[in-house]
């Protein structure tokens, strides 16, 4: 079996890669545990430097990994070279601040002195999806290597020439050898990764069907894990929103890379008193997004991922037509080679209904019609996900207030849902568990440990 590169653009095979043997495996596990060692003893300036080596690499190369993500999965190159430079800020970001987060507290005791030191866990496996190939990995590998841990990635199997090429940021940025490594292996072969005792602790962001496997493999060998899962964020629009502003930040945080976005908003929930406004004005603008070629800099969308991605999106989108919902826009393939999918807005999506309860992971935007606040509350809390929402209103108290009510990691008032190395990301419920970014993010691979000196 191998690993392929296939343009989802035309369909057309780029390259092939052969997974790796057990032999090779035990191999590199033993490498980065040797160099787990040494690594460790790197003082926090020095592992500053690196990375703000890194950053300068990726932002120095940004169009030769930009091409790579266009490639491999289809994100539009504009966006690719977007997802670059937010790379090489979470570099910069861990550099400037990773030493006084990890800084030693100390704690008043009966201790003449007691104090909590942050000491990395060792090794940690991380399995990213293909969706921001390159932002998924550098969120946590940054904050991981400035904690003093080592790396090891089992990327999705569709975007190995990313793979290689992150590893590749870190050796030419003059980190150690071993430090980090991507691993060339199966989703039927990371379980047994996982339970090595070379591997220290494990951070997933992906399905819950696979947050679910890596979490019970995690547990049953006593390590500690960190889950990204789905979402299907609220979208929530209010009777005194602004709804010119509501309807732009819609468009693009449904749309923004095909629609292939954990933190997307996916769930428009609207008071029937601006419901038929708004739509107007969302329909309008969605149906002027251009989709085509991602190579070209006017292109919005691009192709889905993969084929059987869009088309597994179309059966989605179709049986909740059936189950009564309307196409508001588009609600097809579109007609043309690859893996493309038009922007689409499925509307009078009720619960029962496909589309109300699971997560759709590409261009549809679905509609659901909410009496008043409370009702539209009720809604946002109605589903098994909670990683981001948003709300819409001209009255930012009224909007805090709604936030914090929110079942969800994260709410944004009158913004797009997005992460920012400076703030905290996860979720709660289905949308699994645990922080990445801020100071938060690197604490979590990191042995809080109390000394207690008489």
Not at 89 to 104: I, M, P
Not at 173 to 198: E, H, K, Y
């Amino acid at each position: 079996m191998a690993m392929e590169t296939l343009n989802p653009a035309n369909g057309e095979l780029i390259a092939t890669f052969d997974y790796w043997d057990e032999k090779k495996i035990d191999a590199v596990l033993d490498q980065v545990k040797q160099a787990s060692e040494s690594w460790q003893s790197v003082s926090f300036p020095d592992r500053a430097n690196l990375l703000l080596a890194a950053a300068k690499e990726l932002r120095k190369n940004k169009q030769e990994y930009a091409d790579l993500i266009t490639l491999e999965m289809g994100k539009p190159t504009t966006e690719a070279k977007g997802e670059i430079e937010k790379c090489a800020a979470v570099c910069d970001y861990y550099a400037e601040n990773g030493a006084t987060f990890l800084a030693d507290e100390i704690i008043e005791s009966d201790a003449g002195k007691s104090l909590v030191a942050h000491i990395p866990v060792g090794t940690v496996l991380a399995v990213m999806p293909w969706n921001y190939p390159f932002w998924q990995v550098l969120r946590f590998a940054a904050p991981s290597l400035m904690a003093g841990n080592t790396c090891l990635l089992k990327h999705a199997s569709n975007v190995p020439q990313c793979a290689q090429a992150i590893e590749n940021v870190f050796k030419r940025a003059g980190f150690p050898d071993n430090v980090f490594r991507s691993l060339m292996i199966s989703a039927g072969q990371t379980a047994a990764v996982i339970a090595d005792d070379r591997v220290n602790a494990v951070t997933l962001t992906g399905s819950e069907p696979a947050g679910r496997q890596v979490a019970g493999t995690a547990g049953a060998n006593l390590k500690k894990s960190v889950l990204e899962l789905g979402g299907s964020d609220a979208f929530v629009v209010l009777e005194d929103a602004d709804l010119d502003l509501a309807s732009t930040v819609a468009v693009q945080s449904r749309f923004l890379n095909a629609g292939q976005s954990c933190i997307a908003a996916k769930r428009f929930i609207l008071v029937d008193e601006i419901a038929t406004e708004f739509l107007a004005a969302f329909k309008l603008k969605a149906s002027e997004l251009i989709v085509g070629d991602p190579t070209n800099e006017k292109t919005r969308i691009g192709p889905m991922a993969r084929v059987d991605l869009r088309d597994e999106l179309h059966v989605q989108v179709t049986d909740s037509i059936k189950a009564g919902a309307t196409a508001l826009l588009g609600c097809k393939p579109a007609d043309r080679p690859g893996a493309y999918y038009e922007p689409s807005i499925l509307d009078h999506v009720k619960p029962g209904i496909r589309a109300y309860e699971e997560e759709l992971f590409g261009p549809v935007a679905i509609v659901i019609h909410a009496r008043d606040e409370a009702d539209a509350l009720r809604i946002a809390n109605d589903h098994r996900y909670g990683l981001g929402g948003t709300v819409f209103t001209k009255d930012s108290k009224r909007g805090e207030a709604f936030a914090r009510k929110m079942q969800s990691g994260a709410t944004f008032v009158n913004g797009l849902v997005k992460s920012d190395p400076r703030l905290p990301f996860g979720g709660v419920k289905a949308s699994g568990y645990g922080r990445e970014l801020s100071r938060l993010g690197i604490l979590e691979f990191v042995n809080a440990k109390t000394i207690w000196i008489k």
